[in-house]
């Protein structure tokens, strides 16, 4: 294996908080959210909180699996001129800042437009860990992921509760670093309750493999971190972070305590679940 790629960081983060009997605190925060200096602050400003691995989106104009408060961040990257050049930047010099492992999220079509090769290199020499591919499908995956395995990166897939057994062993086959469990049908954001199918969904896939199983969508708060943190290998939280930016736009100090201050709650909360 060649390359600077860092998803050797992402699963020793992983083991450690299994050997803590904790389940690992992953945020999620769009590039170029408020501006891309802004977002870079606020993704450090996660890890200083608590988030033990963190996940830079790549907007896209049509977020499928993104609610409302992930779409109007992206929109605002988009309409402030965000490439994926302030992607790979953000993922340097957050990981740069904080240590942690950076994976990037993004949907296909930009990492398929702008060559396979030429994304997995450069997120590899920015010091990323890997990246989650929500509608990238198995079948399509391979010269994607001989490419990021030569440069040290994890490629992370998405199941859903409506996956099929047979599925899902396709997809964690796949995999690596972690599995990224969508705990509901439906896309992103806050909810009251966290979906019930999430932990059957974690048992189910826990059945196909050795790789950590890690449960987003829907998780705002301590209790439902901790709620997730009893069956999953790692809480991931997102629309969350977003929103408390969105809560103090033009006033990034306070966005960033907010932020920071959720990550702590969190970060409890995965500590308290067992």
Known sequence: MSGTGTTALLSSVLEQARGENRAALIGYFPAGFPTVEE?????TAMAEGGCDILEIGLPHSDPVLDGPVIQTADDIALRGGVRIADVLRTVREVHAATGVPVLC???WNPVDRYGQ???AAGLAE???AGCILPDLPVEESEKWRKAAEQHGLA??????????????AAITAAGSGFVYAASLMGVTGTRQTVSRDA???VRRTRATTELPVCVGLGVS???????????ADG??????????MLDHRGDLEAGLTAVRELAGELARGVRTAR
């Open 126 to 128: 920015a010091g990323g």
């Open 235 to 244: 809480v991931i939280v997102g629309s969350a972070f977003v929103q408390r």
């Open 221 to 231: 708060h301590a209790g439902q971190a901790a709620e997730v943190a009893r069956f």
């Open 199 to 201: 932990q059957e969904l």
């Open 105 to 107: 999220m993004t949907y």
């Open 39 to 43: 977002g870079i602050r606020a993704a």
């Open 155 to 168: 490629t992370v897939f998405v199941v859903a509760p409506s996956s099929r057994d047979q599925r899902l």
């Open 117 to 119: 090769e030429r994304f």
